[in-house]
T-cell receptor, first 107, second 112 residues
Framework: KNEVEQSPQNLTAQEGEFITINCSYS?????LHWLQQHPGGGIVSLFM???GKKKHGRLIATINIQEKHSSLHITASHPRDSAVYIC?????????FGTGTRLQVFP | EADIYQTPRYLVIGTGKKITLECSQT?????MYWYQQDPGMELHLIHY???????EKGDLSSESTVSRIRTEHFPLTLESARPSHTSQYLC???????????FGPGTRLTVL
C-alpha cells in the first residue's frame, strides 16, 4: 500500500462543475502539498498546508490531520484546469508523492 | 514566481552517450532535489543535497550521479545512457527551515 493515496485516478468534468480530489496518507507529516502538472511536465505548487483550509481563487484545499486526509476543490471548473493534480506529503526533509489525479474539463 | 531552471527541456540521445542535465536556482536555497518520473507514475527522489559539497542518494536507486560545487547549481550526470533511463527528470529546491519546494520545468529524456 502506498503511503499517499489519491482518488480518483482519472476525472472528467464539464466546464462549470465543482470538482473534488481526495488524498489520504499514512505517515506523519510536517506539511501537505498540492501540486499541478501540465502536459509539458513542469510542476507548480498550488498549496502547502499543515492544518485547516486555504483558498486561492477558485481553488480550495482542506486538511484533516486527525483523519490524515486532504481534499482539493475546484469551483466553476474550466478547460484550462485540465492537468494532473498531485498530492505530496512532507516527511522530515523529503516529499512523498501520490500518483496524481488526471483531470480533464470539457467545454 | 519560482526561479529554478532546467536545461535541456527535451533530449533524445543514443545509448552509451554521456549526458548532463543542468539545474540552477537563483533563490539562494540550500536544499536541492532531483526526482525521476516515469509516464503516468509518481515522482521518486533520486538525489538530494543540503548544501555545497553535500550530496545524498534518494529513495529510488539511480545510476546517475550529482555534484554541488556551487549553491545555485545541481547538475545530474549519466555516464552511459541506456533506454531504461528514459524518463522525466525534475529538479526542485527549498530554503532550509521552510517546507515549500519549488520545481523546475523538467527535462524529458529519451534514450534510443
Amino acid at each position: 500500500k502506498n503511503e499517499v493515496e489519491q482518488s480518483p485516478q482519472n476525472l472528467t468534468a464539464q466546464e462549470g462543475e465543482f470538482i473534488t480530489i481526495n488524498c489520504s496518507y499514512s505517515v506523519g507529516i510536517s506539511a501537505l502539498h498540492w501540486l499541478q502538472q501540465h502536459p509539458g511536465g513542469g510542476i507548480v505548487s498550488l498549496f502547502m498546508l499543515s492544518s485547516g483550509k486555504k483558498k486561492h481563487g477558485r481553488l480550495i484545499a482542506t486538511i484533516n490531520i486527525q483523519e490524515k486526509h486532504s481534499s482539493l476543490h475546484i469551483t466553476a471548473s474550466h478547460p484550462r484546469d485540465s492537468a494532473v493534480y498531485i498530492c505530496a506529503v512532507g516527511n522530515t526533509d523529503k516529499l512523498i508523492f501520490g500518483t496524481g489525479t488526471r483531470l480533464q474539463v470539457f467545454p | 514566481e519560482a526561479d529554478i531552471y532546467q536545461t535541456p527541456r527535451y533530449l533524445v540521445i543514443g545509448t552509451g552517450k554521456k549526458i548532463t542535465l543542468e539545474c540552477s536556482q537563483t533563490m539562494g536555497h540550500d536544499k536541492m532535489y532531483w526526482y525521476q518520473q516515469d509516464p503516468g507514475m509518481e515522482l521518486h527522489l533520486i538525489h538530494y543535497s543540503y548544501g555545497v559539497n553535500s550530496t545524498e542518494k534518494g529513495d529510488l536507486s539511480s545510476e546517475s550521479t550529482v555534484s554541488r560545487i556551487r549553491t545555485e547549481h545541481f547538475p545530474l550526470t549519466l555516464e552511459s545512457a541506456r533506454p531504461s533511463h528514459t524518463s522525466q527528470y525534475l529538479c526542485a529546491s527549498r530554503r532550509a527551515g521552510r517546507d515549500e519546494q519549488f520545481f523546475g520545468p523538467g527535462t524529458r529524456l529519451t534514450v534510443l
